[in-house]
Nanobody, 126 residues
Framework: QVQLVESGGGSVQAGGSLRLACEAS???????MGWFRQAPGKEREGVAA????????YYADSVKGRFDISRDNAKNTLYLQMNSLQPEDTAMYFC????????????????????WGQGTQVTVSS
């Protein structure tokens, strides 16, 4: 049984940082993995994605230069370092895995990911 378990969410003030982690079990975590988020009343959106080898990364324009996605395949763990957080970053953050590959323009398509975590809440106050 495949499981993705997120951790690291919490409440911070604007300008603060958080590091999310997603531990995968039940599969090797190969292929494209990503982070998505959903704010209240909004659709879920792609935040960042990373290829299997970790060499290529993709980001939503809204987080470029502030967020950094990485993965440790030996630990089957995906990370999202979030810096300079703003109130508009407040959302439930989800880990996703099992997409066959990442590609510019396609990495943020939810239907490409087979596995999803339950989410971890990030709240940023002004």
């Amino acid at each position: 049984q495949v499981q993705l378990v997120e951790s690291g969410g919490g409440s911070v003030q604007a300008g603060g940082s958080l590091r999310l982690a997603c531990e995968a079990s039940g599969y090797t975590g190969t292929g494209c993995m990503g982070w998505f988020r959903q704010a209240p009343g909004k659709e879920r959106e792609g935040v960042a994605a990373i290829v299997a080898g970790g060499t290529n990364t993709y980001y939503a324009d809204s987080v470029k230069g502030r967020f950094d996605i990485s993965r440790d395949n030996a630990k089957n763990t995906l990370y999202l370092q979030m810096n300079s957080l703003q109130p508009e970053d407040t959302a439930m953050y989800f880990c996703a895995g099992g997409a066959p590959y990442c590609a510019s323009g396609a990495w943020s398509s939810e239907v490409r990911y087979r596995y999803w975590g339950q989410g971890t809440q990030v709240t940023v106050s002004s």
